[in-house]
């Protein structure tokens, strides 16, 4: 699929855009470590050039913290396309300012930032909006273009479908229009809290505004990691008077038990989903919001038709919103999804009048300075509940198939470097991948 893909996108040419993926590498020839992709399940740790100043409106991080997120599952299995041997990954990160290039006013070295995982142009139509997932002018992919009309940002470390830019799974990181897609943290709030300002708290925030949570309401959510752990406390913070997540990894579900005290549903003893909820709220739910991942069909019909390439995409969880919200009940998918999928049941969606959402990448922009001020500042929302493990860059190869296999109860993870502080008070120690499997 990659040399296809890659092979479509080189015919197409490449989409205008105002900047541009390729770095400078440091004079001198310094080097530093990174992840980077080779294959399905072949990720490995390499020695890539330090980037340089590369574009006047760039920033040089020094990467003080790092993590792994569900969307890198799906590179990691190879489901998204265009990735070429040896892109460096990771779009959730933060770190310290290195370099500022010339045009940037509002920044200087040493300050501690965090990274949007999208990079915005600042001025198009959509960021004016502060969109900054939907910026029409940083992502060259004429293949997205053509599969989708139009396209997305472009964003770090996520294949050549979204630009093609080096990411933050390294210990330096080139940040392109850097005043615009850099927030400076305040010294009051440790790195633990800060990092997850790139990704997972602006998406999770973003499906539950944007799926329109009202107080009162029942909300459903389908997958318990990290995006659905965060979803439920932002739920019930929006006054959902019942949360429901589904999943089957023991330990998410136990974890959002007894951590945030919603209900759960495993749907590894419940095979019929729909059935169950309609056991636990007989009017169905409100709002369904799917935080799952579309690589892993579980019903036969669908394992078969995405191994034969009928369909890149598995319809199981949409279908199963459609059916178990009330009539007009609102449906919101933050999950990634690539391309197609078969048999949605556009009856149900018809007929009950539901609201089905595309959220979209979460315009990370819109939401960060709302949630540091208003949420993580007066401790109305603390990230680092999330947090199960910390783990040295060395390990991250390795981390990619424990995360995947869900291993040793992992949530989220902060991955340090050589620049990262101690762990802050109450956060996880730093462990070795090697030990969650003795354990
Ligand atoms: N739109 C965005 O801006 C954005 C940003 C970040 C992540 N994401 C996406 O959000 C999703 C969740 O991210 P994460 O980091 O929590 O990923 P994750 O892989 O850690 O968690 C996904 C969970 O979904 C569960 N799951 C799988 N199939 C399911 C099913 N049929 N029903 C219920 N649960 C199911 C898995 O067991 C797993 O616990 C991913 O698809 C990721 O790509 C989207
Ligand atoms: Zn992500
Ligand atoms: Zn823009």
Known sequence: MQAAANKFQEYLGTEPTVIHPEYKPVEGGASMKALAWFGPKDVRMVTAPIPDITEPDDVILQVTGTTICGSDLHLYHGEIMALQKGDILGHEFMGKVFKVGSNVKNLEPGQRVVSSFQIACGKCTYCRENLSSFCDRTNNSSLQNYMYGQRD?????????????PGGQAEYVRVPIGN????????????????YLSDVLPTSYHTVVDTGVKPGDVVGIWGLGPIGQCAARWALLKGASRVIGIDRIPSRLHFAESKSGI???????????????Y???????????????????????????????????????????????????????????????????????????????????????KYWEEI?????????????????????????AKLYPAFD???????KVFIETQFSSAPSSGCPPTSRVDDWFSI
Not at 158 to 163: E, P, R
Not at 184 to 194: F, G, L, Q, R, T
Not at 347 to 359: D, H
């Open 405 to 411: 296999n869900r291993v040793d109860g992992v949530e």
């Open 153 to 165: 940002a472009g964003f770090f470390g996520y294949s050549h479908f979204t630009g093609g830019f």
């Open 180 to 195: 615009v897609n850099l927030l400076p943290i305040p010294d009051s709030v440790p790195d633990e809290k800060a990092i």
């Open 279 to 365: 056991e636990l709220c007989p009017k169905g739910l409100d709002v369904a919001l799917d935080c799952g991942t579309f690589h892993e069909p579980k019903t036969i019909t669908h394992k078969i038709q995405k191994t034969l390439m009928l369909e890149t995409d598995v319809p199981e969880t949409i279908n199963e919103m459609i059916v178990s919200v009330r009539k007009t009940g609102r449906c919101g998918i933050i999950a990634a999804y690539a391309g197609y999928a078969n048999a949605v049941n556009v009856g149900a969606l018809m007929e009950k009048g539901v609201r089905l959402i595309g959220n979209g990448q979460a315009p990370v922009i």
């Open 372 to 396: 540091l001020n208003e949420y993580l500042i007066p401790g109305k929302f603390d990230p680092t509940f999330m947090i199960t493990h910390r783990v040295p860059i060395d390990d991250l």
């Open 263 to 277: 209900e759960t549903i495993d749907f590894s003893q419940y095979s019929n989903v729909t059935k169950r909820i």
